[in-house]
């Protein structure tokens, strides 16, 4: 049996150690109310969620918006988003108690998030939750973010550990077309879309008390293909990129 030790998990955040997908979706709803348009956040969300606020901000406008603009927009809607989820902030059921058995079993421990320093910050330290990652990974630190390789890429490189044995644990479409393009398996959680919207995850949670570490080896021991992206769904959901 393979030790744990050559294995590494990689997290994303939002909707994965935190359940805040309304939230987010809510804080977008009131900036666009606020700017006169009419698309609906959640709807949106859960085709583009995982990729950076401003890129996502690009997709709603009909003229294209300069980038300091997109940027004042996507701070507004942090402020509304850190207000509605100042008093909510909680980590996903069991996720502790797993983090704590994966570092136990040896696992590598990385978070890659399309959030920035500031943005993780607030959850992850608020929650106590970054003594767990041996590396943390924003926006910050790459050039390109979801659905582009480029974060898990990265967490993977600063972990040692080599693509084919890392897994991501992801609840958006864009985050599932990066680990795959970044050359890994994933584990999905169901927080943001159905379980049947996702490609080919390796299993799909609705949190982390339906998976322990030893199910987790278990997994990556069966050295399952590494799915393909879909060049389907690529075109369906980032065809604003």
Partial sequence: MAESTSYALIFDMDGVLINNTSF??????????????????????????????????????ANPVPKKQLETYANQREFLYRTLYWEKRREMPGLTQFLQDARAAGFKIGLGTGSGNDTIGYIIDHLNLRRFFDVVVTKDEVDRGKPHADTY?????????????????????????????????????????????????????????????????????????????SKQLAKREYMHL
């Fill in 24 to 61: 987010q979706a809510r804080a977008f709803q009131l900036l666009f109310r606020d700017l006169g348009l009419t698309t609906n956040a959640l709807k949106l969300l859960q085709r583009l969620n995982g990729m950076p606020a401003t890129k996502i901000l690009e997709t709603v406008f």
């Fill in 153 to 229: 890429t990265v967490t993977a490189r600063e972990l040692g550990v080599p693509p084919e044995r890392c897994l991501v644990f992801e609840d958006a479409l864009v985050g599932e077309q990066a680990a795959y393009k970044a050359g890994m398996r994933c584990i999905a959680l169901s927080t943001s879309i159905k379980p049947d919207k996702f490609q080919a995850p390796l299993k799909v949670l609705k949190d982390f008390t339906e998976i322990n570490s030893a199910q987790v080896l278990e997994l990556l021991e069966q050295n399952l293909p590494i799915p393909k992206p």
